[in-house]
């Protein structure tokens, strides 16, 4: 019996890192035989499995509480090898709990009383504790020592503890050749060895490896497939939460990078685990000050900082104190203080290791030099980070890169430093190259708002237009020039995409039902979180850089047309006007004030979409548009009224006026408008527009519209096949066979924008929704793309006037026009402007002038007519 409970308890330990649940179950067993038969030192050995089992799951009081039992009974039993494997195990678990020094003594216990093959587990231990304080020479040569032991002996299970540890320590380094040949050679053994728990922890490294080397997708894979083994093993890793949560970070997916830190704190602290709750709260600093929530950042970081120096890792505080000074720059503190408090700062992290970070910190010292005018002292400071601009992280690259910018214009080097603003870009769009995802992509462009921003105002402070023209270019909707590309497993994206139709389906049912579909709504938000993450997962394509287009490719490209480009900065439009005859630059109203009478017309214009009879609210809601459109006229166009002149328009609106309704304004009436997310993409959809449309037209009529049928029955476009979806022929998968490689596609049917993830944001068909990412698979998307439906051309908008949406990823795609409407419209208007729309298009009038005439033919004594005005010409026109 005695015999059978030491199996069992060495089974338990060894299961710890495969199976923990059966190997708890076996420790009990072990433990109870055990007691049973008075075997003191075999019971030692089942407490502290359960030990190890409860630190697994993230229970640090009961693993303190086991491991505890287990040195005791060790001791009782007189038995030193029980004794120093349980103090062994009773130290990492402190260190975990944030008590460095004991979980030093423990372990120097530990090694005076194991011997041979177990005295290099201490030392394995040992230098995993020190890791934790941030000691990480001492702790790469505790390593050394103990691999070399368990080479020696054969012990692949702590080979791979091993090599597991090392890795991470080796990417804190910025060592990542190093640190992704132990975690691959880690993995195989926990392959061979079926440690599925083990497996999880080292394939969630490699991802956190290839996320500091800012390979995003394969980082992401890397952490998915971790979470499948952590599933196998039936384990919830908060450690996994916490470094998902920075790499969302890293291509500022700010808000759920944010929300998953959080949760990540609230695990560590129900689990007593301080070490890592320290650290949880800094990546919520880091989150926060993202976010621009500077007051939350600098509590965050200096609640990290007392918890580190509460545990004796001064490293670690010292990387606290460098976010509490990032949010205090950027909260505006400028002083001496402040700049010799992250001069010390800068140092610490140098001298504990810290490379990246270190140079980081001193871009921040140089940008707080020269702001106090202490350029001598921002030359030193730029010198020591001179080689942060060729490596390391995107978001130091182009720090460093503005860093030298700044010094360059304090110096009075005005072209030295467009250059140095330039470079930062440059390796912003060499970033971009990796991201395949429409979405990462586009929030990717928040690292480079600093240079570009810098670079307008330099433009508009020596009133050059061409300057001006050419900076908003450099950074504007620079996602969009590359099609998105597919995830590695689109098929299995297909698939879920499908399954979440059907979900959707049912949620609705349930609703007319008036049943519950909380659970339903659950299983939603479950599968949309599966598609994103399937679709992070795309690896992008080697750099082509798509060249800034200048004034004069662009005025070929115009003939008769004028451009508009609006520029937003320190809170002023300005507009760059390109045409045959020149182009100038002039200044245009405040931001706030012309986004304020946005929002009064869009505020109008819902008013009146809704609106099925006249009245006097409709009629005060139409008063309120007329007068909104024209308050932004005044402010937007009339500065500029005598460069336009009476010409069609480009217009290029900053993002945040992305969906303004450009026919509503006075001078924009029958007037030909198109708008592009930028000068660039406009000028590859027009020149692409050149051979004209081609291929069959696809008419699709989705439900629940009165008048979609009807509208998609009465056009008869030219081309030489017309396939007709309506009913319950227009579902998805046949909307998508139809609309690859259409020259022209028109669909009727409801639209809804998902504010909360644009990418999911949809036409409903016959079937369910057909969103953004069922888009993304078309392998030709249409030449000219009519969406009759609400909201179908409003896109979300990011950093970098990065837009996010079905009309800002069609023309990724390739579609060349599209009509589209930024509002929601009323459907009998709305019919009778797209009847119009393609009668104006099959006589020979360009898809612009055949929407201007088209909204002209509409009855301006009907207040709707104002809503159905609502509808943009996008690309080429």
């Known amino acids: 019996m005695a015999i059978e409970a030491a199996n069992q308890a060495a089974e338990a330990i060894r299961l710890v890192q495969a199976r923990p649940q059966v190997a708890r179950r076996l420790a009990v067993a072990a433990f109870d035989a055990a007691t049973s038969s008075g075997d003191v030192a075999t019971a030692s050995m089942a407490k502290r499995a359960l030990g190890l089992v409860a630190k697994e799951l993230n229970d640090m009081d009961a693993a303190e509480a086991q491991m505890r039992d287990a040195v005791r009974l060790g001791e009782r039993a007189g038995s030193g090898a029980r004794t120093g494997e349980a103090r062994m195990s009773l130290s990492l678990i402190l260190a975990h709990r944030g008590r460095s020094a004991a979980a030093l003594r423990e372990a120097d216990r530990a090694d005076g009383l194991l011997r041979g093959h177990d005295r290099a587990r201490v030392q394995m231990q040992r230098a995993l504790v020190l890791q934790h304080m941030g000691r990480l020479g001492e702790a790469l040569e505790g390593y050394r020592r103990a691999l070399s032991g368990f080479r020696r002996s054969g012990d692949g299970l702590w080979e791979a503890r091993v090599r597991c540890n090392r890795g991470v320590l080796h990417a804190y380094r910025g060592e990542y050749r190093a640190a992704e040949a132990d975690l691959l050679e880690a993995e195989r053994l926990c392959e061979h060895l079926d440690l599925e728990l083990l497996l999880g922890m080292v394939r969630h490294n490699l991802g956190y490896v290839y996320a500091l080397r800012g390979d995003v997708p394969l980082a992401l894979r890397w952490y998915d497939r971790a979470e499948e083994s952590h599933g196998i093993a039936g384990v919830r890793r908060a450690e996994a939460l916490l470094d998902r949560a920075d790499l969302l970070l890293s291509v500022r997916l700010v808000r759920e990078a944010r929300v998953a830190a959080e949760q990540a704190v609230e695990d560590f602290a129900q689990g007593r685990m301080v070490a890592r709750l320290a650290e949880a709260r800094l990546t919520v600093s880091h989150a926060a000050l993202l976010d621009g929530d500077y007051e939350a950042a600098r509590a965050a970081a200096e609640q990290a900082r007392r918890a580190f120096s509460r545990q004796r890792r001064p490293s670690w505080a010292a990387l606290a104190r460098y976010a509490g000074l990032q949010a205090a720059w950027c909260s505006g503190e400028r002083s001496a203080s402040t700049l010799a408090a992250a001069q010390r700062t800068a140092s610490a992290l140098g001298a504990a290791g810290w490379v990246v970070r270190s140079l980081d910190a001193r871009v921040l010292v140089a940008r707080i030099a020269l702001d106090l005018g202490r350029v ?39 072209r030295g430093g467009e250059a140095a603003l330039c470079a930062g870009l440059d390796v912003l769009e060499r970033y971009r190259a990796v991201l395949g995802a429409t979405e990462l992509r586009a929030t990717a462009s928040g690292h480079g708002a600093d240079l570009a921003l810098e670079g307008l105002r330099l433009a508009l402070e020596s009133a050059e237009a061409a300057k001006v023209l050419e900076w908003a270019e450099r950074w504007r909707a620079r996602a969009l020039v590359v099609r998105p590309a597919r995830p590695p497993d689109n098929h299995a994206l297909t698939a879920d995409l499908a399954k979440l139709r059907q979900v959707i389906r049912n949620v609705e049912q349930a609703v007319l039902n008036g049943a519950s579909a909380t659970g339903l709504r659950r299983e939603q938000a479950a599968l949309e979180e599966t598609v994103r993450r399937r679709a992070r997962g795309a690896a992008g394509g080697p750099l082509r850089p798509e060249p800034i287009p200048s004034p004069e490719t662009l005025v070929a490209a115009l003939g008769e047309r004028a451009l508009v480009e609006i520029v937003e900065l320190d809170g002023w439009c300005h507009v760059a006007v390109l045409s045959k005859d020149g182009l100038r630059l002039v200044k245009a109203g405040p931001v706030a004030e012309i986004l304020d009478e946005l929002e009064s017309l869009r505020f109008a214009l819902r008013r009146l979409a809704r609106a099925d009879r006249r009245s006097a609210s409709t009629d005060a809601a139409a008063a309120a548009g007329a007068y909104g459109a024209k308050r932004l006229e005044q402010l937007l166009l009339d500065p500029c009224a005598s460069a336009v002149g009476d010409r069609p328009l480009v217009v290029v609106p900053t993002g945040s006026l992305h969906a303004v309704p450009w026919a509503l304004l006075p001078s924009c009436r029958s007037r030909p408008v198109s708008v592009a997310p930028s000068a660039a993409l406009w000028l590859r959809s027009v020149t692409a527009a050149d051979d004209g449309p081609a291929g069959h037209a696809t008419l699709v009529a989705g439900p629940g519209t009165a008048h979609a049928e009807t509208e998609v029955r009465s056009l008869t476009p030219s081309a030489a096949r017309v396939e007709r979806l309506v009913g319950e022929q227009a579902s998805v998968a046949n909307v998508l066979r139809s609309l690859d490689g259409a020259g022209l596609a028109h669909i009727a049917a409801h639209g809804t924008f998902r504010a909360d993830n644009p990418l999911f944001s949809c036409l409903h068909l016959a079937d369910g929704p057909l969103t953004v990412y069922d888009f993304e698979c078309l392998e030709q998307a249409p030449a000219v793309l009519v969406l009759s ?38 459907d009998a208007q709305t019919a009778s402007v797209m009847v119009a729309f393609h009668r104006h298009l099959e006589a020979g009038r360009p898809p612009a002038a055949s929407l201007a005439c088209a909204l002209a033919e509409l009855d301006p004594s009907e207040p709707a007519s104002m809503a159905a005005a609502g509808f943009v010409c996008f690309g080429a026109g």
């Open 376 to 414: 001598d002292v921002a030359e030193h400071a730029l010198r020591v980070a001179s080689r942060a601009r060729d490596s390391g992280p995107v978001e130091l690259r182009s720090r460093a890169w503005h860093a030298r910018a700044l010094l360059c214009l304090a110096r009075g080097d005005r």
């Open 789 to 826: 439906a609400c909201d179908s051309g409003l896109s979300d908008v990011q950093p970098g006037d990065e837009l996010m949406g079905l009309a800002s990823v069609l023309l990724a795609l390739g579609t060349r026009t599209l009509v589209a409407s930024t509002g929601p419209v009323p």
